[in-house]
């Protein structure tokens, strides 16, 4: 199985340079970033940083959307770090959520997404794409050129999508239920589209906090500074309810109960523990959707994961125990699953 480390871009830089090194030596095959150009610095040029001080590690954003930078742009950035570091990137994309909203835009529309994955990925491969009307392609590409998509998705129709059309699934949440269900409308959907539903890779991304032991104050330090969360998915739930309601006939009400108590939310303190807009987030919901806990606890919850179908288990690492996370999973976790 395949980890992750996800990271928010927030300077200095080196930092999370360090931090993504720290993850390689530790067994991590992933490095991602979040991506809203006005909460954080810019991810690509990070990148290139990572790529340069790691010999292995896959990086990418956790998650671009197809309005911030035009299409073309967005897939000769990839290409560029795949022809100076050899095919190290994936293109994680979604509706741009966080990023269009602080930027005063709407997220994006399914149709734009689609139409932005097939274009995005032909480019990065060196194959021509319409932009428009334009056909173009990048004539210094060179032969092998790989750009995996992979796909962010709660919804009905966003999961379909995924599955017809993505290389990968990333899902914001570790909850056991909602992995199965969405696992399952995923690789449905793949395969009434005709696809091999096991060349979607299969991302659950989710906050790690790995505690001494499970007394009662350990366990509530650690659901205090991954409740953040559940507010950032809370997002989310929200336009699904907003879209389908909130009665579990079209969207689970596993996911979309917790929010009844949301009120607003503040984009200053997103993913970021301590937010004070994510109060309305349950213990329970903590941990469901979060992996917390001493580490066999973790190894428990990601061999389920990895049952239901995972292929990488991406930690969010924002919190006041980012390096013990990253050794830990390094020293228990990813031996004890991989090995």
């Not at 409308?185 to 091999?196: I, M, T």
């Not at 108590?261 to 941990?287: C, L, M, W």
């Amino acid at each position: 199985m395949d980890f992750g480390l996800v990271l928010q871009t927030d300077p200095p830089a080196s930092r999370v340079v360090a931090l993504m090194k720290r993850a390689e030596r530790n067994g991590f095959t992933h490095g991602w970033t979040f991506d809203s150009a006005v909460l954080w610095q810019e991810p690509f040029v990070i990148f290139s940083q990572i790529l340069a001080n790691t010999t292995k590690l896959t990086v990418g954003p956790m998650v671009t959307n197809p309005s911030t930078r035009t299409w073309e742009v967005t897939a000769s950035t990839f290409a560029t770090l795949n022809d100076m570091f050899g095919n190290r990137t994936v293109c994680g994309i979604g509706r741009g959520d966080s990023a269009l909203r602080v930027a005063g835009r709407k997220p994006d529309t399914l149709a734009r997404v689609s139409e932005a994955m097939k274009v995005i990925r032909a480019l990065g491969r060196g194959e021509e794409a319409d932009l428009g009307g334009t056909a173009v392609r990048f004539p210094w590409i060179r032969p092998g050129a790989e750009l995996p998509v992979w796909m962010a998705a709660y919804g009905p129709r966003a999961l379909r999508t995924t599955g017809e059309e993505a290389d990968g699934f990333i899902l914001q949440l570790a909850d056991l239920y909602l992995t199965e269900y969405m696992v399952k409308a995923v690789k449905d959907a793949a395969v009434a589209a005709g696809r091999d539903p096991g060349e979607v890779r299969i991302c659950v991304a989710a906050p790690a906090y790995v505690t001494a032991d499970d007394s009662p104050e350990a366990l509530a330090h650690a659901r205090e500074q991954c409740r953040w969360f559940g507010g950032m998915v809370g997002n989310h739930v929200a336009d699904l309810v907003a879209k389908y309601g909130a009665d579990g006939s079209v969207v689970p009400r596993e996911l979309t109960d917790y929010i009844r108590a949301r009120e607003s939310y503040d984009y200053a303190h997103h993913g970021r523990s301590g937010n004070p807009g994510t109060r309305f987030v349950p213990d329970e919901i903590v941990d469901r959707f979060c992996v917390i806990g001493p580490a066999e606890r973790h190894v428990e919850k990601v061999n389920a994961l990895r049952e239901l179908g995972v292929d990488q288990f991406a930690v969010y690492d924002m919190h006041d125990a980012q390096e013990a996370v990253i050794d830990a999973y390094g020293t228990v976790v990813i031996p004890a699953v991989n090995g």
